[in-house]
DNA sequence: GAGGGAATTCAACAATAGGTGAATTCAACG
DNA sequence: CGTTGAATTCACCTATTGTTGAATTCCCTC
């Protein structure tokens, strides 16, 4: 209380536009992720902010930059699903999903990780930023563990966390909707496992 | 040539109605299937099918009517699925895998599987078609087995189904999107058969 | 308390969408 | 030929959306 004293209020970003953004920020997130790009709206998003339409595309320019902002993985994720190759090689597939399945739990990286998927299927640059998250990402992961065709193996891994969640979360089948998050790594796992150090069929 | 002397011609449905019918449903399958439900715009479809966007409505009644008509699966592969169980346990993965990846490489049956797919992420109908998908005609084949946990085990099968559709169509991402389909089944075999009759981790 | 600049709102525009109802073409039949 | 009824098109309405530019409020500084 009294931010109004605050005294980086002089001419940097002040506790007003700043804590505007972070609400406006949040509204967007969580706007994308459970309608998709295309039905969340500019204004659905303001009024979730509780502030008007036009002040959206005043601190962010358009509905388009806003996705892009909003939707920005934290820095880190991608160097720490890459890090996994560093512990036990035969628990990496297990330790994957655990940072997989957390990461989905947490609601503001959830949040992240759904508008993405849910956007990618009409909007195309949602789409391109799943695919760089499997084709770079994962893919040092899986090059980190030195096998064969870690492009393949990379893809693979991908489509089974990508599908996880579009079972779980957007299409919300059951009983894996329900599931307890440790059921699930237990499930996920093994074909994890499978898919980054075992024998894949293709030659 | 010269149906116009068809006999059919009198009070059901002619050559004239039912070509044209054919001709929406076709635009339509493919334009929910590239843009999702959302995207796919009546006038579009329309324009696809060489025709004026009202006879569209006139056919159909609405876009809602149009997609549910257009995105039924032809009757018969919820039971080829569930016969599966009816063949050598030990292959049952594979032969899943080979009818899936088949049904995705057909580009009529592709059509309406992906307009379901990519269309679930905004139109909770659509959603509830893959959902009710995978908890009915999946969940026969895995209780045909006769294996513990029917319902985990083909949520799990669905993801995976789910999963590498998504990734290889509709993010498109490489080299899964270009890997030729007896390859796809190669990979995608062990983990369905492991999903189906293997150990799955929850108690 | 007056000035000024940022924060915020208001009103409106142009584009696009789904849907409607009347009008029109068209082909068969008496 | 002229009627009939379906097939098809036309013009139009309403709702929503992203976006814009002017107006207004707000708060700090002098």
Do not use: C, W
């Not at 967007?28 to 339409?53: K, N």
């Amino acid at each position: 209380m009294d931010s109004s004293r605050d005294p980086t209020r002089r001419s940097g970003r002040r506790p007003g536009q700043t804590q505007t953004r972070e609400a406006i920020t949040t509204a967007a997130r969580r706007l994308f992720a459970e309608a998709g790009y295309d039905r969340a709206t500019i204004r659905g998003i303001a009024t979730a902010a509780g502030v008007d339409p036009a002040l959206v595309v005043h601190y962010f320019g358009s509905k388009e930059t806003l996705f892009r902002e909003v939707t920005k993985l934290p820095p880190g994720v991608a160097d720490t699903i890459a890090h996994l190759a560093d512990g036990p090689r035969e628990s990496v597939g297990r330790r994957l999903a655990e940072v997989v399945i957390a990461s989905l739990e947490n609601p503001a990286s959830r949040d992240i990780i759904l508008a993405r998927i849910r956007s990618a299927s009409t909007h195309p640059d949602a789409a391109a930023l799943v695919r760089q998250t499997v084709e770079q990402d994962v893919l040092r992961l899986a090059a980190n563990l030195d096998v064969d065709q870690p492009e393949v193996r990379a893809t693979l891994v991908g489509s089974t966390i990508v599908g996880t969640a579009f079972a779980r979360y957007i299409v919300g089948v059951e009983p894996l909707a329900s599931l307890d998050a440790a059921a699930l790594v237990d499930a996920l796992a093994p074909t994890l496992q499978q898919y980054l150090t075992g024998e894949i069929g293709v030659a």
